[in-house]
T-cell receptor, first 109, second 119 residues
Framework: KQEVTQIPAALSVPEGENLVLNCSFT??????LQWFRQDPGKGLTSLLL?????REQTSGRLNASLDKSSGRSTLYIAASQPGDSATYLC????????FGKGTRLHILP | GAVVSQHPSWVICKSGTSVKIECRSL??????MFWYRQFPKQSLMLMAT?????????EQGVEKDKFLINHASLTLSTLTVTSAHPEDSSFYIC???????????????FGQGTRLTVV
């Protein structure tokens, strides 16, 4: 049974810092991994999708890496801004999409 | 990206009543849609997989008679919470997979969610 773990559960950092969010999964037989952002009381915004054959994807200040064999992914956020404050969810797809519990990020102005 | 629309975005209902949530794929056809539930500060948990023209597949622990799913067309799936109780209060989100890009490695598209409060 696939399990997805996100560390840390919560994180507060001053504006401007670079930060890394971690995601690990127990079954490496995945098709892809997707990072989402969720604002309080809102739906999901897709940030980055990494296929199982890829090692990283970049979009603006975001960079996501994937090491499928070790069951790990990281989301790197450069030059953080208060608007980045949200919950970040990692989801892996095998026969189903399984989500981690998320990292609640708070960027301090 | 493709657009998935959910309606309503929030609903308050009395205990014992039924509530219907709609999930529509606006610019693509979806043979498969997924329904998730999210409790406060918890992750999204898959409830069921909805297949157009056939019965839904429910995850273990999800009552199929309480959470009725209908997927009558390639662009619409509905989730009906029957005889709702306060413990059913949650955030419900649907996801759809594009029929023209039905490979397992394609991106998942999610609705904006429905906040259900049962009083």
């Amino acid at each position: 049974k696939q399990e997805v773990t996100q560390i840390p559960a919560a994180l507060s950092v001053p504006e401007g810092e670079n930060l890394v969010l971690n995601c690990s999964f127990t079954d490496s037989a995945i098709y892809n991994l997707q990072w989402f952002r969720q604002d309080p009381g809102k739906g999901l915004t897709s940030l980055l999708l990494i296929q199982s054959s890829q090692r990283e994807q970049t979009s603006g200040r975001l960079n996501a890496s994937l090491d499928k064999s070790s069951g790990r992914s990281t989301l790197y956020i450069a030059a953080s801004q208060p608007g980045d404050s949200a919950t970040y969810l990692c989801a892996v797809r095998s026969d189903k999409i399984i989500f981690g519990k998320g990292t609640r990020l708070h960027i301090l102005p | 990206g493709a657009v998935v629309s959910q309606h309503p975005s929030w609903v308050i209902c009395k205990s014992g009543t039924s509530v219907k949530i709609e999930c529509r794929s606006l610019d693509f056809q979806a043979t498969t849609m997924f329904w998730y539930r999210q409790f406060p500060k918890q992750s999204l948990m898959l409830m069921a997989t909805s297949n157009e023209g056939s019965k839904a597949t429910y995850e273990q622990g999800v009552e199929k008679d309480k959470f009725l799913i209908n997927h009558a067309s390639l662009t619409l799936s509905t989730l009906t919470v029957t005889s709702a109780h306060p413990e059913d209060s949650s955030f419900y989100i649907c996801s759809a997979r594009d029929i023209d890009r039905a490979q397992m490695n394609t991106e998942a598209f999610f609705g904006q969610g429905t906040r259900l409060t049962v009083v």
